[in-house]
């Protein structure tokens, strides 16, 4: 089992910044994947950034140039840099853990609220 604890969210203006942090803990595999994902009523939950334990990290194309995903591995934290927002990044985001090997497992955090509004 592994626990995701967010945090990070809240409100901020357009073009204003956050870092979301995702900490994980229990049964960590080290052959795993971390992201964050967002959903938003009415839509389907969508890939905001992923980023392997060796580091390769994966965008979509609405958030490139502007979010930065890192983590640091000896503290099993993921953190979501986000610059330059825009109203259309309001979203409860939500943590993700996988494994990327045999025994293929998938967790998911509670969700943390960013909302970009003036």
């Known amino acids: 089992q592994v626990q995701l604890v967010e945090s990070g969210g809240g409100v901020v203006q357009p073009g204003g910044s956050l870092r979301l942090s995702c900490a994980a803990s229990?049964?960590?595999?080290?052959?795993?994947?971390m992201g964050w994902y967002r959903h938003t009523p009415g839509k389907q939950r969508e890939l905001v950034a992923t980023?392997?334990?060796?580091?390769?990290?994966n965008y979509a194309d609405s958030v490139k140039g502007r979010f930065t995903i890192s983590r640091d591995n000896t503290k099993n934290t993921v953190y979501l840099q986000m610059n330059s927002l825009k109203s259309e990044d309001t979203a409860v985001y939500y943590c993700?853990?996988?494994?990327?090997?045999?025994?293929?497992?998938?967790?998911w955090g509670q969700g943390t609220q960013v909302t970009v509004s003036s």
């Open positions: 980023i392997t334990y060796g580091g390769s990290t």
């Open positions: 993700n853990f996988k494994s990327l090997l045999p025994p293929w497992v998938e967790y």
């Open positions: 229990g049964r960590l595999f080290s052959i795993n994947a």
